[in-house]
Structure formats: C-alpha cells, structure tokens
C-alpha cells in the first residue's frame, strides 16, 4: 500500500498514520498554495533537502533534521532537491480532539512552539529511524483501521514522551541564550500564531506581552524588518489562501473564521495584499 498518496491536505485518514519515502511529487502538491493542518505530523528527514515555512518560520531540512507540525499550522514547501529519504508519522484531529492530554503531550506542545526543527546527532537520527521502521511494520502487522485504533493511546503517548525527550536535549546542547530582542520577536511570532484569527489588534499583542505598543512595533521592525501590521497579515492572508484553495468553504464563512466584521471588509483587506478579490484567488489556475 503507497500511503504516501493518502496523506490529504488537511488531515489523516486514520487516527495515526506513519509512512517513508515521501516522493518529490507528493511535495510538489505544496508549493503553488499554503496549506493548514488539523493534524499533527512529525518528519524524520535521512536524504535529500527540503525548503519550507512553518506559520512564519522559513528554515531548509536537511539529512539528520527532525521535524515537528502541531495542529493548526500552515505550512508551505518552497523547494525540494536531493534524493528524498523522508519518514513521516502523526495522529488526526479526530484522535487528538478525544485524547486525554497527559502531560507529556502538553510537554511535546509546549517546548515545539515557534521551534518546529531539531537537528539530530546521526546515531539519535539512526535510532528513531529504526523505530520508525517498527512502527511501519506494526501498521501493516494490524492490518485493520478498528485494529490499529485499539493502540493508538499507548503509541501518543510513548511517541509525545520521547519527542519532549530529544527537544530538551536538544535545547541542552545550545548554550547561547536569544537576545531580549530576538526573543520578544519569538514571543510576538507564536502569539501571532496563536492568536491571528482571533484579533490583528497589534495594541492587544503588545499588552499580552506586557510592553507598550511602541516598543513592540520598534523592536520587531528592528529585529525583521517587517512591522508589526505586517506579520500579522501575512498569517491572516496565508490562512485565507489556504482555505480559498484547498475547501468548499464559502467567502462569507471564511470571513467569519478569520473573524472579520463583514465580507466587504475581508474582500478589502485581502485585495490590499494579494492584488485580487477572494473570488477571483480561488478562481485563479
């Protein structure tokens, strides 16, 4: 069974999943648009690169690069080149909406916010892509969805364990801490991230981060070179993008997700930015 042709855009068809190998083809289905996840997928890359932006972080994997995609995230492929040697694995939004968020699942959600890339020792790469390959063949071994649903809570939470695991590892090696600047920056991002469709209020970001509105738009521009208003749109329109294309969601019910006063409004706001209406983006080849 190719499973790497099931992964679908939005979610998994089961309550977890794991393949390899996932094809330059598959990738390829990517790069024209953003795409948003309601699943959450890890990524163990052993061959090849890959160019991606995850939300607002643009980074390249490389061999040895582990990556994690919590749900909710838009992410989009840039580049691919190489011989591809990638293995994937995650859990639905269906499993993940009834699962019993223990505290190494809170731990893996946590310490992956606005860092959503580790790079592995070869050995620590080695060995997760044997476990890896077990988990391949105790998927084929139960060889039914009713099956396979009957481990699904062992497997989250021994994979969310071990994940919190190599992060904090990770994090060990590194001995040099962000500046206050960069720092804020990555406080501002993963609220931004969080928060985007709820409000693009830039005065309410700065008291969530409790500093004045000047400062937070002084020391983003500073340290990006994009203002506040710009960053925050970039994931507003990215989001849009992502819904005119890959759903049959209406203009109107994709204005309220993103929690715009009417169409009319979303119409401008997206037009601002893009250079045509919602309609004529999603009409577009």
Known sequence: MDRDKEIPKFDLPEEWIVGTD????LLSLYTNFP???KCEIFVLCMDGEVEASINLNRFT????????????SIFQIHKVSGNLKIYFAGFSSGYIGKANLRHSSLNTLYITIGRPLITLKPKGAQLLEQYLNFLINLYDFFDNVE???AITPYLYDNIHAGIASMYRNNKGQSKTA???SEQLCKDFTQLVTQSYSQT???????EKLGITHAHLCTIV???????CVEIISQMVIMDAKSQLKSTNLSIQEISDSLNFANMSFFGKYFKRYVGMSPLEYRNKG
Not at 61 to 72: E, L, R, Y
Not at 200 to 206: G, S
Not at 221 to 227: A, C, N, Y
């Open 221 to 227: 521009k500073q340290v990006t070179g994009k203002t």
């Open 35 to 37: 795409c948003r996840l």
């Open 147 to 149: 099956s396979r649903k």
């Open 200 to 206: 693009r209020n830039v005065a309410w970001y700065a």
């Open 178 to 180: 962000l500046p206050k």
């Open 61 to 72: 994997v490389h061999p040895n690069d582990f990556v994690t995609i919590m749900p909710g």
């Open 22 to 25: 996932i094809s330059k083809e």
